[in-house]
T-cell receptor, first 115, second 115 residues
Framework: ETGVTQTPRHLVMGMTNKKSLKCEQHLGHNAMYWYKQSAKKPLELMFVYSLEERVENNSVPSRFSPECPNSSHLFLHLHTLQPEDSALYLCASSPGVGEMNTEAFFGQGTRLTVV | AQSVTQLDSQVPVFEEAPVELRCNYS??????LFWYVQYPNQGLQLLLKYLSGSTLVKGINGFEAEFNKSQTSFHLRKPSVHISDTAEYFCAVSDIGEYGNKLVFGAGTILRVKS
């Protein structure tokens, strides 16, 4: 079992659908992150949660709505997406946002295709 | 804010040849640097990290990297590559923002190992 688990691994949705991505970490970490990875573009940090509180939102469109009910779970709710939102969405966790000398641990990602 | 530049988008190399993937970071008083690897349709896996101390850092799968403060570089090397090393490699730096730390990634370098 990996430390960070994402479901589903693949998702195809229409532009009018509502779906959610789920992330769960079993590492006892206090910080969780959503990244977007599009073809030929650097990883984009979308959201940062520290102890279930959102601490950073990098100008992400409101059609992406994160939720962090506890320090082990992170969701990304999706609605009325656009084809350009198709990407690999990666969840990560780290011990805390005050810990600069530690790496982030990544899940395997959800490959999202918007049709 | 910290930034990372990966100088090569793709590096083709023959099996058993040496390889170097280049990474430069923006200067800072203190810096923490990481290399991650991503295999197709997978998340990111940590290869190695530099926090302090010896400038030569050894990681998994026979990779190593050298921290060079005067040149603000953190190049990744392997003396003899295998087909299985074909993947995308990301250099990252820990950055401190208004709400805490986060990882800032380079654009990635695709390593293609040919037989």
């Amino acid at each position: 079992e990996t430390g960070v688990t994402q479901t589903p691994r693949h998702l195809v949705m229409g532009m009018t659908n509502k779906k959610s991505l789920k992330c769960e970490q079993h590492l006892g970490h206090n910080a969780m992150y959503w990244y977007k990875q599009s073809a030929k573009k650097p990883l984009e940090l979308m959201f940062v949660y520290s102890l279930e509180e959102r601490v950073e939102n990098n100008s992400v469109p409101s059609r992406f709505s994160p939720e962090c009910p506890n320090s082990s779970h992170l969701f990304l709710h999706l609605h009325t997406l656009q084809p350009e939102d198709s990407a690999l969405y990666l969840c990560a966790s780290s011990p805390g946002v005050g810990e600069m000398n530690t790496e982030a641990f990544f899940g395997q990602g959800t490959r999202l295709t918007v049709v | 804010a910290q930034s990372v530049t990966q100088l090569d988008s793709q590096v083709p190399v023959f099996e058993e040849a040496p390889v170097e993937l280049r990474c430069n970071y923006s200067s800072s008083v203190s810096v923490y640097l990481f290399w991650y690897v991503q295999y197709p349709n997978q998340g990111l896996q940590l290869l190695l990290k530099y926090l302090s101390g010896s400038t030569l850092v050894k990681g998994i799968n026979g990779f190593e990297a050298e921290f060079n403060k005067s040149q603000t570089s953190f190049h990744l090397r392997k003396p003899s590559v295998h087909i299985s090393d074909t993947a995308e490699y990301f250099c990252a730096v820990s950055d401190i923002g208004e709400y805490g730390n986060k990882l800032v990634f380079g654009a990635g370098t695709i390593l293609r190992v040919k037989s």
